[in-house]
Nanobody, 117 residues
Framework: QVQLVESGGGLVQAGGSLRLSCAAS???????????MAWYRQAPGKQRELAAD???????NYADSVKGRFTISRDNAKNTVYLQMNSLKPEDTAVYYC????????WGQGTQVTVSS
């Protein structure tokens, strides 16, 4: 079992920045089994979508809508993944969820990001 706790959401004006963190906890075996960690987001009335993911190797993948503005990073020693979000737009407003993949998939509880125009 892996538990994920997100933090760092909040209210920011358009053009501003936020940094999200997601800390994973659980048994040592579960933590070393984590392959990909990812940030998804879900806006009101819309489906949950991938924002960015990062493999244990550090290889990254971004949605076109966030490329050049968001940066995902990972500290394997701390079992933590980060999402640095710059040049935020009102359309980035959503609940952001952390996801970890082992042989199973685990989700955090989500953190609200609101970008005002």
């Amino acid at each position: 079992q892996v538990q994920l706790v997100e933090s760092g959401g909040g209210l920011v004006q358009a053009g501003g920045s936020l940094r999200l963190s997601c800390a994973a906890s659980g048994s040592i075996f579960s933590l070393i089994s984590i392959k990909t960690m990812a940030w998804y987001r879900q806006a009101p009335g819309k489906q949950r979508e991938l924002a960015a993911d990062i493999a244990r190797s550090g290889a990254t993948n971004y949605a076109d809508s966030v490329k050049g503005r968001f940066t995902i990073s990972r500290d394997n020693a701390k079992n933590t993944v980060y999402l640095q979000m710059n040049s935020l737009k009102p359309e980035d407003t959503a609940v952001y969820y952390c996801r970890a993949t082992t042989a199973n998939i685990y989700w955090g509880q989500g953190t609200q990001v609101t970008v005002s125009s």
